[in-house]
Antibody, heavy 115, light 109 residues
């Protein structure tokens, strides 16, 4: 069974940093690209970042480029999102999602940035 | 700035058929945008329904179908059931960046 479990969310002050993790199981992690998607409270979905299966190709949404950094450890079956210079508008539930088809999603982890 | 537009809300009767659309401000949506569709119910993560325009996932009921219609991506739900009441999002690919539509709130009444 494919499982994605996010962790690392919490309350942080504006300008601070946070590192999110996504633990994968039930599939060959190193064979799949991964994404981060976020959802502000009561709002729609926003794609945040993509990383290819090997980590050689990375994309970011304009809203986070230069502040967020995606990475992966295929040996540990783990995806990460380093978030720096956080702003109030980064407050959201952050989901990791598998593959270019976004076929499987985790339950999400809440990040709250206080101003 | 890329903007992907969906109908904010639609209402359909049980057993009816409804089509949700997904438009891009950059022009006509084609298969090269690899349209994806997702369903989200309150308090749950999104669930993937359709990928690459018209392909169902193994768990997607046959009543959900994807297509291109009049320069837009479209999701048609035939024989709507009460459990289909949810928020629906499309996602378009722009050569690296991906952009979600604002979502369509589907009400079954």
């Amino acid at each position: 069974e494919v499982q994605l479990v996010e962790s690392g969310g919490g309350l942080v002050q504006s300008g601070g940093s946070l590192r999110l993790s996504c633990a994968a199981s039930g599939f060959i992690f190193s064979s799949y690209s991964m994404n981060w998607v976020r959802q502000a409270p009561g709002k729609g979905l926003e794609w945040v970042s993509y990383i290819s299966s090997t980590g050689s190709t990375i994309y970011y949404a304009d809203s986070v480029r230069g502040r967020f950094s995606i990475s992966r450890d295929n040996a540990k079956k783990s995806l990460s999102l380093q978030m720096n210079s956080l702003r109030a508008e980064d407050t959201a539930v952050y989901y990791c999602a598998r593959d270019t088809n976004f076929d499987f999603w985790g339950q999400g982890t809440l990040v709250t940035v206080s101003s | 700035q890329i903007v992907v537009t969906q109908e904010p809300s639609l209402t359909v009767s049980p057993g009816g058929t409804v089509t949700l659309t997904c438009a891009s401000n950059t022009g006509a949506v084609t298969s090269s945008f690899y349209p994806n569709w997702f369903q989200q119910k309150p308090g749950q993560p999104p669930r993937a329904l359709i990928y690459s325009t018209s392909n169902r996932h193994s768990w997607t009921p046959a009543r959900f179908s994807g297509s291109l219609l009049g320069g837009k991506a479209a999701l048609t739900v035939s024989g709507v059931q009460a459990e289909d009441e949810a928020e629906y999002y499309c996602l378009l690919y722009y050569g690296g960046a991906q952009v979600f539509g604002g979502g369509t709130r589907l009400t079954v009444l």
